[in-house]
RNA sequence: GGUCCGGUGGCAGAGUGGUGAUGCAGAGGACUGCAAAUCCUCGAAUGCCGGUUCGAUUCCGGCCCGGACCUCCA
C-alpha cells in the first residue's frame, strides 16, 4: 500500500501516518456555526477534508469521518436578536442551507454530524471530570478551565502563556486566576437558550463541544483533526487541553491537519470583513466542477487568493478533461494511477494530482481509453469528473432551438453560403453556445 | 510587540543539494471555408545579503515583503 505523509502542524514536520488501528481510522474536522451561508472560505476547508477522507477510504477497509454542527453560540444568539428570528428558526434553516451546499459542491456526507446541543450532557460530563481533576474551577456562575493546570498548555499553537498576555486584545474578566482562562460554561440569561446544569442553568463555551463529540464518537483517541489555520488558537489549543485533562493518558487526536485561508485580492475572505462570497454566489457564475477544481488547485495548507481568472481557467480545465473522458468507453474502468495516488499521498499534493490529470487527458484525447478511464478513476478521488460529458458540456434543458439552427448552418455550409452559416454560429454563441465542427459533424456545447 | 507560515516565469502553482513540474496567457506552425477544439515547436522564474558546500532555488543566519493567529472565524 502506498505509504501517507501528512504535515502534522503540532510538530510542524511532514510525519508518516500511521492509524492507531488501520482497521479503523477515525478523523474529527470542525464543523460550521449554522447562522448564515457557507463562504468560499468554509467550503475550501470542507472540499479539503472531504479529499482526505476519499483518500483514507482508498487506502483504508473503514474509515468514521465527524464533522460537528454548532448550533449553540453567541454569534447565534446575535443574529436572532437582529433580525427577530428565532434561534431555532435560523440553525435549522441555515443548517438545510449547509448540507445543501456540501452536497452542491460535490462533498460526500460525514458519517456523523453530531449538533453541539445534542451533546450538552457529553459536555457537562467533560466539565465535571476537569473539575474533579483540578483543571477547572467554579466562578461567579462560570466554569473556568485552569490554563495553569495544564503544562503543555501553548505547545499546538506554539505558544507560551506569557506570550498570550503580551497582546491580549481584550480584558480580562475579573473572576479568572488567569488572563488565559477560558470558559467551559456560562450562565445564560433567561430569553437566551439554557439548559440545567451542576453550576445552574447556563451554555457551553466554544471549545467544549468538540472535546465531548469527539470522545463520544470517536473515543479518547483518534487519529486526524481538522480544521482551519484560523482554529489552532484559541479554539483547537484550548480543545486539546480540555481533552488531555478530562482523559488523562489519553492523546487526544494524534495528527493535526490545518487548512489555509482563502483570500480574495490579497485579503483573507471572513464573514467578521464582510467580503465574502457565498458559495451560492460563486456557484451563480461557474459550474460546481470548476469551482471545486479551483480550490483543490492550490495545496491545501497555503493561501488561496481566489480570482476570476482562476475561476476560467479552471473551467477551462474541466472543458478538457471532459472532452478527454468522451474517449472513454461506457463502463471502462481503470485503477487509480499510481502516480496520481502518490501525489495525493504526499501530504495532499492536489497541485501535483492534477498535474497528473492533465497527463492523462492527453492520451486520453489521443484515443486512449484506458488513459480515459484512469482519468475518470483519478477525478473521483477528488471528488470531481464523475458527471457524463454530454451532462457536462450540455446540461439540462431545451435543445431543440439549438438543433435546428445547426441544421440550417450545415445545410448554408453545403451551399457554401458561410456568411449565412457564420452569421448563425455566431448568434448562438450570443447565447453562449459554442460550435465545433469536427470531421464527424458539428459539436456544441453551453459556455454559461 | 509576540508566535507561526510563506516569497518560484506575465499569471496560477508543484518539486528539488547537481539539466527548475503542470496549467493559463504569449509567439510560430499543422488542421479548418473561417473559427472552435486538437496536435507540434518556441521563448520565459527561484525577494535581498551573507554562511556551509566542489556545487544552494533547496540547508543555516540576517534583512525586506506578504499572510495567519494573539480569546468572533474554515
Redesign the pocket.
Known amino acids: 500500500m502506498q505509504d501517507l505523509y501528512l504535515h502534522n502542524s503540532q510538530t510542524?514536520r511532514r510525519e508518516l501516518f500511521v492509524p492507531a488501528n488501520p482497521s479503523h481510522v477515525r478523523v474529527y474536522v470542525?464543523?460550521?456555526?449554522v447562522y448564515d451561508l457557507p463562504?468560499l472560505?468554509?467550503v475550501?476547508?470542507f472540499v479539503d477534508f472531504d479529499v482526505l477522507v476519499r483518500l483514507l477510504r482508498t487506502l483504508y477497509p473503514r474509515v468514521t469521518y465527524v464533522r460537528n454542527i454548532?448550533d449553540v453560540d453567541?454569534?447565534i444568539n446575535a443574529r436572532a436578536a437582529a433580525s427577530g428570528e428565532p434561534i431555532g428558526a435560523i440553525t435549522a434553516r441555515t443548517g438545510a442551507e449547509f448540507q445543501a451546499d456540501m452536497a452542491a459542491i460535490g462533498n460526500q456526507p460525514p458519517d456523523v454530524q453530531p449538533c453541539a446541543t445534542a451533546h450538552i450532557p457529553e459536555m457537562i460530563s467533560v466539565i465535571e471530570k476537569l473539575i474533579a481533576g483540578g483543571h477547572a474551577y467554579e466562578a461567579e456562575g462560570h466554569v473556568l478551565f485552569a490554563?495553569a493546570s495544564f503544562s503543555e498548555y501553548g505547545a499546538l499553537?506554539?505558544?507560551s502563556p506569557d506570550?498570550?498576555l503580551?497582546?491580549?486584545?481584550?480584558e480580562v474578566a475579573p473572576y479568572k486566576r488567569d488572563?488565559?482562562?477560558?470558559v467551559l460554561w456560562k450562565p445564560s440569561a433567561p430569553d437566551l437558550p439554557g439548559w440545567d446544569s451542576p453550576w445552574g442553568r447556563g451554555r457551553p463555551g466554544?471549545h467544549i463541544e468538540c472535546s465531548a463529540m469527539s470522545w463520544r464518537y470517536l473515543g479518547t483517541d483518534f487519529d486526524i483533526h481538522g480544521?482551519?489555520?484560523?482554529?489552532?488558537?484559541?479554539?483547537h489549543e484550548?480543545e486539546r487541553a480540555q481533552s488531555l485533562c478530562a482523559f488523562p493518558g489519553s492523546d487526544f487526536a494524534r495528527v493535526w491537519l490545518h487548512?489555509?485561508?482563502?483570500?480574495v485580492n490579497?485579503?483573507?475572505?471572513?464573514?467578521?470583513l464582510g467580503n465574502?462570497f457565498t458559495l451560492r454566489d460563486v456557484l451563480a457564475r461557474a459550474p460546481w466542477e470548476a469551482v471545486r477544481l479551483l480550490l483543490l488547485?492550490?495545496?491545501y495548507?497555503?493561501?488561496?487568493?481566489f480570482?476570476d481568472?482562476?475561476l476560467?481557467?479552471a473551467r477551462?480545465?474541466m472543458?478538457?478533461f471532459y472532452?478527454a473522458l468522451q474517449n472513454a468507453p461506457a463502463g471502462a474502468h481503470a485503477p487509480v494511477p499510481e502516480a496520481f495516488l502518490a501525489a495525493l499521498c504526499?501530504?495532499l499534493?492536489t497541485?501535483?494530482a492534477?498535474?497528473e490529470l492533465?497527463?492523462l487527458?492527453?492520451p486520453a484525447?489521443?484515443g486512449d481509453a484506458h488513459a480515459a478511464a484512469a482519468l475518470k478513476a483519478a477525478g473521483n478521488l477528488l471528488g470531481l469528473l464523475q458527471q457524463r460529458p454530454e451532462d457536462w458540456f450540455r446540461g439540462d434543458g431545451d435543445d431543440s432551438a439549438i438543433l435546428a439552427a445547426i441544421e440550417e448552418r450545415l445545410a448554408a455550409?453545403r451551399a457554401r453560403d458561410?456568411?449565412r452559416?457564420?452569421t448563425i454560429?455566431a448568434d448562438l454563441a450570443a447565447q453562449g453556445v459554442?460550435?465545433?465542427?469536427?470531421p464527424t459533424g458539428t459539436t456544441w456545447r453551453r459556455t454559461n
Open positions: 510542524r470542525c464543523g460550521p456555526t463562504h472560505g468554509n475550501r476547508a454548532t453567541d454569534k490554563v499553537s506554539g505558544r506570550d498570550l503580551a497582546g491580549a486584545r481584550v488572563a488565559g482562562d477560558f466554544w480544521g482551519g489555520s484560523d482554529l489552532i488558537f484559541p479554539h484550548n487548512n489555509g485561508m482563502l483570500q490579497g485579503e483573507k475572505m471572513s464573514k467578521s465574502f488547485s492550490a495545496r495548507r497555503t493561501v488561496l487568493d480570482s481568472t482562476g476560467t481557467e477551462d480545465a472543458d478538457r472532452r504526499d501530504d499534493n497541485p501535483a492534477i498535474a492533465h497527463a487527458a492527453g484525447l489521443a455550409r458561410f456568411a452559416a457564420d454560429r459554442v460550435l465545433e465542427d469536427g
